[in-house]
């Protein structure tokens, strides 16, 4: 039972490249989410998906951009690279919605330097 | 979604069972008591959730009062691998499955398990 995975799991990239962080789920889980956790602030929700081509803004979207055209993955790219993206990095999938349990990813460390 | 307070940090023995509580005294009636765990570098985790009644599931047992203002997550049997910050937060279930408004956790408990 592979469950959620994320790849990579720690990545290092340069101020203004562009970066896509992959998200893939065994369950078949209709919704996706992707957040991001930084000391201070929490988890903050970037973007969601209800199921394959439906996607949604968080609270916090600003230069990222996600697609879904299967069920089981969501990936997440930064299409230009800033410091302020430094972060980790969590992916989530729930069976019925935000409002429900959600089942997380090991989630990827990204560095922006 | 209501408030909760949680107690910063707990310490328990190994073997022990965890007791942890949880003040949530502004629940509406339709907002579900959830309890998630991070471990240290790793993502959060679900452990259980429930409304009204006790709760068992292979990991935990919540006992929620009967005013439903608090509640007590209880791993019965804790182990090293126990030792995370665990966050109560309660939240209502919508029926189109909610918006954009992500989960947030609280400060949360910092579960100490000693060997």
């Known amino acids: 039972d592979a469950g959620i995975t994320q790849s990579p799991r720690y990545k290092i990239t340069e101020t203004g490249r562009q970066v896509t962080l992959m998200c893939h789920q065994t369950?078949?889980?209709?919704?996706m989410f992707w957040y991001r956790q930084d000391l201070g602030h929490g988890l903050r929700l970037i973007y969601y998906?209800?199921?394959?081509?439906?996607?949604d803004k968080g609270e916090v979207p600003d230069g990222y951009v996600v697609s879904r055209s299967k069920t089981e993955n969501f990936p997440l790219t930064l299409e230009s690279a800033t410091r302020s993206q430094t972060s980790v990095y969590f992916c989530?999938?729930?069976?019925?919605?935000?409002?429900?349990?959600?089942?997380f990813g090991p989630g990827t460390r990204l560095t922006v330097t | 979604d209501a408030k909760t307070t949680q107690p910063t940090s707990m310490d328990c023995a190994e073997g022990r069972a965890a007791n942890l509580p949880c003040n949530h005294s502004?629940?509406?009636?339709?907002?579900?008591v959830y309890w998630y765990r991070q471990i240290h570098s790793q993502g959060p985790q679900y452990i259980i959730h429930?409304?009204?009644n006790n709760e068992t599931n292979e990991m935990a047992s919540l006992i929620i009062t009967e005013d439903r203002k608090s509640s007590t997550l209880i791993l019965p049997h804790a182990t090293l691998r126990d030792t995370a910050v665990y966050y109560c937060?309660?939240?209502?279930?919508?029926?189109?499955?909610?918006?954009?408004?992500?989960?947030?956790f609280g400060k949360g408990t910092h579960l100490i398990i000693q060997p």
């Open positions: 502004t629940i509406s009636g339709n907002e579900y």
């Open positions: 998906s209800a199921a394959a081509d439906i996607t």
């Open positions: 989530a999938s729930s069976v019925r919605g935000i409002d429900y349990e959600q089942y």
């Open positions: 369950w078949s889980h209709s919704y």
């Open positions: 937060i309660v939240r209502a279930q919508s029926s189109s499955g909610g918006g954009a408004d992500g989960l947030t």
């Open positions: 429930g409304l009204k």
